[in-house]
């Protein structure tokens, strides 16, 4: 991957009389909220091409790309933590049609993509966190898998891709929080759950697991069958 460009960041307020064409809003997808840390963001056009181009990072937390008279397609942000912090967020792509900004006096439509950033295993979660926590690695030779995709089914729901692994093959797994229970003999709940990871050619579930709210399942090291 050809290496980043650190964004400028806007001096004054988030105007500026060039024209943006993108617009990326980064969120973490634990908070909900704008990514807090900088990002280095890139373009790159279908056929994974780099744009030859640098974002404004503006103080709200979003990048603009500006001037960039390309033509409509498909398009990819990438995003990146930057390199001097980059124990919270895994890296991330979303792919997005891109549309010409229109002439001047004509409407402004502006191309915001919106893109979710994944916790790694050293985010920092909050003490009240439910957690499941693990390591994937290779049946044969026990070696990290990295980037497989992983499906929560949650207490019989199946909620998607939630996660992926990283380079050494750890994930974490964050359960939605709770609603406060309103009668004194409310207890913690109990998430009942499964895992299913995915890399090219191989699929593998584990059995269902537990946690308790509040608490943090260790699923140790879970070996790929078949890899």
Known sequence: MANFVPAPVFSGSDTTTRAVWVVVDPRDVVTGGRVPVPLEVRLKNDNDEPIAAVPIAARSGVYCFLD????????????EPSKNDRSRYLDAEQEFPLVPVPTAAQPLNRNLVTVQ???????????QATLARGR?????????????????????VDKGLWQRTDESG?????????????????????????LRFEIPGHSHTTSEQ???????NSLSTIEFPGT
């Open 117 to 127: 950033l994944l916790p790694k295993s050293s985010y920092p979660f909050d003490a």
């Open 68 to 79: 960039l008279n390309l033509a409509a397609g498909n398009y990819t942000v990438q995003v």
């Open 136 to 156: 994937l690695i290779k049946a044969s030779d026990k070696t990290p898998i990295e980037n497989a995709q992983i499906f929560l089914t949650l207490d019989t």
């Open 170 to 194: 750890q994930f974490v797994i964050f359960f939605p929080r709770t609603e406060p229970g309103t009668e004194a003999a409310d207890t913690l709940k109990e998430f009942k759950f499964t």
């Open 210 to 216: 537990t946690v308790k709210e509040g608490t943090t």
